[in-house]
């Protein structure tokens, strides 16, 4: 599906028109990697700001390795304009009551911060697994832009591998996090901290080179099913290799005894009855390009 429509909207080689978004979350609160402490201490503490809530984040990108300011949400009701201190140039800000999105915000942000920021040139391509509605549909068809709605179940097996970019945008922001930690001991992170240490990680982690090897990595652009299928058989080879370890293990059992009084489990006994999962899920480069 994914070829048939870059090929019916031209665009299969225009890789400037192709984009792709994802919302990820980002915690007001790390567990540190490790904490120093007298030696033989019982307790270890870390201080912490026991705030349990995310940030949510809207990152867009297009296959050229072009990536749109992003969109925050922060909870609450009103916005509070110090929250921007230290933003990312261009950033769309926003709230709701979890913190979360929802298809109105995916739609304000589509509408007014997408379409202003995305590439000129139409048709253009938008990858996204949910919060798709119909007035969604029709304000991308006024505006040339074509809507792919990718299984969210293969989303979540692939996009991670797909564009590891939003990983790396986590990872980076963990990054600052701790480093904000280390160089001011005792002091915690709030939603007012966030924008500056954010828009360090934003840098680090949304740059060309690596938006664009993501979309490579996934076949999305250059268009190549094999990519995502070659990742699928080597997890696949992995998952195998684990079941034929257990299946040695317990076909080992019966002969472990060295007691000649011990004889041997009978067939239907509870070891050999156990199920071990060998079989694999194969799919071939036409079901993938026809995702």
Known sequence: MLKQTLEENGILHN????YNCDVSGMPLEHKLPCIISQ?????????TSGNKTQISILACANAIGQA???MVIFTGKRFNHKLSVGEVPGTLYSTSESGWMDNELFFEWFSKHFLKHASPCRPLLLLL???YTLDLIIEARQHGVCLCF?????LRLTVNRLIPVYLDLKIHWSNE???HIFDHPGCVITKFQFSTLFSRAWTKGMHMDNIVAGFQSTGVYPFNPNALLHK???TTVQETAKSSNVSTV?????TCSTDPEVSAPPSNSAIHSLPVSTSNVEFTAEEIASI
């Open 15 to 18: 890789p400037g028109q192709i």
């Open 39 to 47: 030696k033989g201490a019982k307790k270890n503490r870390q201080i």
């Open 68 to 70: 749109l300011p992003p």
């Open 129 to 131: 697994d949910a919060h």
């Open 150 to 154: 990718v299984c969210h179940l293969i």
């Open 177 to 179: 996090y701790r480093q």
């Open 232 to 234: 699928i058989e080597n």
């Open 250 to 254: 317990l076909s080992g059992i019966d």
